[in-house]
């Protein structure tokens, strides 16, 4: 059973998320990106360490988990506060697609 779930949270996350290069974007959009910088978590900033385009079910299910996500011109940003392992091991990611059946 944890196989199967494990295969499915892979291949569901490589349909939801890509990878991308925020700072690209950054100095021109400041203001509208800014939500994507990170989080206040037990009145601690934790600064998003990687983004990734997301799918829109994605962006909303992240938006539900209190994650920095953003949509900007038709694109859904979510900025991960993790970085140095792999996305299924993702804690959000599990409790999102684990969680489905």
Do not use: C
């Not at 988990?65 to 900007?72: S, W």
């Not at 859904?76 to 299924?88: F, K, M, P």
């Amino acid at each position: 059973m944890k196989i199967e779930i494990n295969l499915r949270i892979k291949e569901e996350i490589k349909v939801n998320i890509t990878v991308l290069m925020l700072d690209v974007l950054m100095p021109n959009y400041y203001d509208e990106l800014s939500p994507v910088l990170g989080i206040y978590k037990n009145k601690e900033f934790k600064s998003a360490m990687e983004y990734w385009l997301v799918s829109e079910w994605l962006y909303r299910q992240l938006l539900a988990h209190h994650q920095p996500v953003v949509k900007f011109k038709n694109l859904y940003i979510w900025g991960r506060l993790g970085t140095g392992y792999s996305l299924t091991d993702e804690e959000v990611l599990i409790d999102i697609f684990g969680g489905q059946n």
